[in-house]
C-alpha cells in the first residue's frame, strides 16, 4: 500500500464493521444506519457541517460496544450474542430489562447475585459505552460536535436513558438520529418496512425525538429503498458531505494504531499486541531487506491484523481452561474475519489479505491451512512477529515469556518447519536477540563471537568500540578480527562487509535498531 494520502472515512467505516462484528449484528449494519441517519438528516434540513457530523456520528456511534464488552464478559458466556439478541428488545422496560438480564446474565445464582450483578453490569457498561465514544471523537480529531454527540448516542428524548439523563433537545440532534436509525435499520432487517414503521411510531416522544420520528414515517418508503444499493460501502463514502477528509501517511498510521489500540483492549491479555506486532514486522522487513513499500505494508497490517478478534467472544480470549473444538472454531475465525472487514475497502483490501494470513504456518498446520509456497515473504515476517509477540504478553493459561524464553519458542517453530528461518532470524535480531540469531550454523567457520565482532565492525566501529559494546579487551577484539580475515579469506573492512552483507551476516542489534 503505497504512503499516499487515504481517506479518513474508509478507515472510519472499516472500524464500523468492527463494531458490527463486536455487537452480534450482520456486517454492514453500521453502514446502513449511516446511510438512512445521513438520509434522514438531509430530509429534516440538516445543513452540510450538521450533515458531516452526523456521517461520523452514524459511523462510530457503536464504538463503544468493542469495548464495553471487556467488562460484561465476566457476567456471560457470549457477549456478542447477548448484545445481539438485546437489539430488537425494549430495554428501557424494567419487566423486560429484568427479565432478559435474570434470563441471561446470571442465571444459577441467587436473587441478590442476580441482582448486584446487573446492576454492576448496566453502570459499567454504559459508562464505558460513553466514555469510548467520546474518546473515539477525540482520538479522532472530529470536532467537538462529534465528540458530545458520541457521548450521548444511548440518550432517549423523554430524559430516561439512566446514562446522562438528557432529555428532548438537550441531547444532539446527531445523537438523535444515530438512535433513530441504528433501531430502524435493525427492525427493518428483522421485519421489514410495516415493522420498522410500527416501532418508530410506538416509541416517538420517548425515545426518539416525534419531529424526526415523523420525518421518516413521512419518507419510510423512499429512504427504506435506497438502501438497496450494488455496494452499500462505496454509498457510504459517496454520502460523505464535500470535501471527503484526507489523511496523511503518518496520520493514517496514528488512526489505524489507535483502532487496533481498541480492539486489542477487549481483552486484558492482549493491550498493545498489535502496535507491537507492526513494530517488529516493519523492522524486520528492513533487516531482511525488503523494500520501503513492503516495509509500509507490514506495518500497517500488523496495526490491523487482529480486527477480526472483535467477532470472537471476549470470555474465548480470557479463558484459562482448555478450548473446546467449537470454541476454538470460533477461535481461528479472527484472521478470515479481518479479511471480510478490509476487503470491503479497495486501499485497504491489499493490507486485509496479508493480515488475514497471519497464523499460518509453512507446514499448512495454520488457522487457514494455506502453507508453503502460497505465503509470500511478508506473510511469513506477520506469523513470525504475531508468534514472537504473543509469547511475550501474558493469556490467560500462562504467564508471559521472557524474551529469551520466547526466542527459543519461535527457534522451535522453525526448527519443526512451521516458520520462516530466515525470517524468524531477522525478528528476534530487531527483538534483540542476536546470540539467537547467529545460532545457526556461520559460513567458513566463524564461531558465534566471531560472528557478533564482524557485525559490529561492518557497522563501522573501531576496535576500541567493538570492546566496549562487547566487554571485551581491544586485543582480544584484534585477535578475533584477525582470525575473522584468516577465515573469510579478505584483509580489509570492506571485504570483510562484502563478505557479512552476501551471507546475511549483517544484524539488527537491539541497542541500534530494536524499535
Known amino acids: 500500500m503505497a504512503a499516499r494520502e487515504s481517506r479518513l472515512a474508509e478507515v472510519v467505516a472499516a472500524f464500523t464493521l468492527t463494531t458490527d462484528l463486536a455487537s452480534g449484528q450482520p456486517l454492514e449494519h453500521g453502514l446502513r444506519r449511516t446511510l438512512l441517519a445521513i438520509w434522514l438528516g438531509a430530509e429534516a434540513g440538516l445543513d452540510d457541517d450538521r450533515l458531516r457530523d452526523a456521517f461520523y456520528v452514524a459511523l462510530l456511534g457503536s464504538a463503544g460496544c468493542v469495548l464495553d464488552s471487556a467488562a460484561m464478559a465476566r457476567f456471560l458466556e457470549d457477549d456478542i450474542a447477548f448484545r445481539a439478541n438485546m437489539f430488537p428488545l425494549d430495554m428501557a422496560s424494567p419487566m423486560v430489562a429484568a427479565r432478559y438480564f435474570g434470563g441471561t446474565v446470571v442465571r444459577g445464582r441467587s436473587p441478590l447475585r442476580q441482582a448486584a450483578k446487573m446492576i454492576g453490569l448496566t453502570t459499567q457498561s454504559k459508562a464505558i459505552c460513553r466514555d469510548v465514544a467520546t474518546g473515539v471523537g477525540a482520538i479522532l480529531d472530529l470536532g467537538p460536535h462529534v465528540r458530545h454527540a458520541l457521548g450521548q448516542c444511548d440518550e432517549h428524548w423523554n430524559g430516561k436513558s439512566a446514562v446522562l439523563g438528557l432529555k428532548g433537545e438537550q441531547i444532539s440532534v446527531h445523537a438523535r438520529l444515530f438512535l433513530l436509525a441504528q433501531d430502524i435499520e435493525v427492525f427493518h432487517r428483522l421485519g421489514g418496512e410495516h415493522a420498522a414503521i410500527q416501532v418508530v411510531q410506538q416509541r416517538s416522544g420517548t425515545y426518539y425525538d416525534p419531529q424526526l420520528a415523523t420525518c421518516f414515517i413521512k ?16 454509498a457510504v463514502l459517496a454520502a460523505e458531505p464535500d470535501p471527503p477528509r484526507m489523511l496523511s501517511a503518518d496520520e493514517f498510521d496514528a488512526v489505524a494504531q489507535q483502532v487496533a489500540s481498541f480492539v486489542d483492549m477487549r481483552s486484558a491479555y492482549t493491550v498493545g499486541h498489535s502496535a507491537g506486532v507492526a513494530a517488529l514486522a516493519e523492522a524486520a522487513a528492513h533487516h531482511l531487506g525488503l523494500g520501503a513499500e513492503d516495509a509500509l505494508t507490514l506495518r ?32 481461528e475465525r479472527h484472521p478470515a474475519l479481518t479479511e471480510l472487514i478490509l476487503a470491503r475497502s479497495s486501499s485497504l483490501g491489499q493490507l486485509g489479505t496479508l493480515a488475514g494470513l497471519h497464523h499460518e504456518r509453512l507446514d499448512g498446520s495454520g488457522y487457514r491451512g494455506v502453507g508453503g509456497s502460497s505465503l509470500p515473504i511478508t506473510a511469513r515476517v506477520l506469523a513470525v512477529a504475531d508468534a514472537y509477540q504473543s509469547k511475550l504478553e501474558p493469556r490467560a493459561y500462562r504467564m508471559a515469556l521472557t524474551p529469551e524464553t520466547a526466542a527459543v519458542e519461535v527457534k522451535r517453530q522453525v526448527d519443526i518447519g512451521r516458520l520462516d528461518g530466515d525470517v524468524a532470524r531477522a525478528v528476534l535480531a530487531v527483538g534483540g536477540h542476536i546470540d539467537l540469531v547467529i545460532a545457526r550454523a556461520a559460513p567458513a567457520g566463524l564461531t558465534a563471537r566471531e560472528v557478533e565482532v564482524l557485525g559490529l565492525v561492518v557497522r563501522g566501529l573501531s576496535n576500541r568500540q567493538v570492546a566496549e559494546s562487547l566487554v571485551l579487551a581491544p586485543k582480544t577484539v584484534g585477535h578475533h578480527i584477525e ?26 542489534l537491539a541497542g541500534q535498531i530494536r524499535r
Do not use: C, M, N
Not at 219 to 234: P, Y
Not at 483 to 508: C, D, M, N, Q, W
Open 300 to 331: 500497517r497490517a500488523g496495526l490491523l491484523h487482529d480486527l477480526g478478534r472483535a467477532g470472537v467472544p471476549v470470555a474465548l480470549w480470557d479463558k484459562s481452561a482448555p478450548l473446546t473444538r467449537s470454541e476454538r472454531e470460533k477461535l
Open 483 to 508: 582470525r575473522i580475515y584468516e577465515k573469510t579469506g579478505v584483509s580489509t573492512r570492506v571485504g570483510a562487509t562484502l563478505f557479512a552483507i552476501e551471507h546475511g551476516l549483517v544484524p539488527a
Open 219 to 234: 419518507h419510510a418508503g423512499e429512504l427504506l429503498a435506497r438502501l438497496q444499493v450494488a455496494s452499500t460501502w462505496d
